[in-house]
């Protein structure tokens, strides 16, 4: 099983609003990821999480704040977003090497639009 | 000067056609290298790794160029359902992928 699955499929919310994104896998991998893909661009990495821990931040502003609360799932809290923040979420797992960079298997995302 | 370049097409095609993608990386130290596709408003799918001896899934050929910073990607005998766009990947360490802009194809009756 190659799933990675994401809630909601779809979200809009307003710029006071608190809302969070989902994510889980169950391929046994220890390395998760978020992502932000605007519109005919490729994802933009935001996030990564080794082994439950936060391990790059990729200067993300802090009304992104992220949680990997078990080697499962994932988290991305959202508050006080801006329209500019409109895009397409996705999350990705990957196993973890010594050497080299392994395969990410992505999610189907979460559209998120900002009113 | 990006970390991976490849070129954004679009790359028009009739059916039957043989097509390649090219790509260069500037990090000389990645290991790996990937082919993601992506469909409209959908999640990127892995294609293929990529492996310096080279390596064919059916329709679909990546090569490696280590000495020339250089990836390829053949497509044989479009299909329609090969319309998406084509990721060209490389691995930064850390767990991280680099990604190119991507290169749309479109393949037409």
């Known amino acids: 099983d190659t799933e990675v699955t994401q809630t909601p499929k779809h979200l809009v919310m307003g710029m006071t609003n608190k809302k969070s994104l989902k994510c889980e896998q169950h391929m046994g991998h220890r390395a998760m990821y978020w992502y932000k893909q605007k519109a005919k661009k490729p994802p933009e990495l935001m996030f990564v999480?080794?082994?439950?821990?936060?391990?790059i931040n990729e200067s993300v502003p802090s009304r992104f704040s992220p949680e990997c609360p078990n080697s499962s799932l994932l988290n991305l809290h959202l508050h006080a977003l801006q329209p500019e923040d409109s895009a397409l979420y996705l999350c990705a797992s990957s196993p973890i090497r010594t050497s080299g960079t392994d395969t990410q298997y992505f999610g189907p995302g979460t559209r998120l639009t900002v009113l | 000067r990006k970390e991976v370049e490849q070129d954004p097409g679009p790359f028009n095609v009739p059916e039957g056609a043989t097509v390649a993608f090219n790509c260069t990386y500037s990090n000389s130290a990645s290991q790996s290298f990937f082919w993601y596709r992506q469909d409209c408003r959908k999640e990127p799918k892995l294609l293929m790794s990529?492996?310096?001896s080279g390596n064919e899934d059916g329709r679909f050929t990546a090569q490696l160029n280590r000495a020339s910073q250089y990836i390829s990607l053949l497509i044989r005998d479009s299909k329609l359902s090969d319309s998406a766009t084509y990721l060209c990947v490389s691995g930064g360490g850390y767990n991280k992928l680099i990604f190119g802009a991507g290169t749309r194809l479109a393949v037409h009756p």
């Open positions: 999480y080794s082994y439950e821990k936060l391990s």
């Open positions: 990529v492996y310096s």
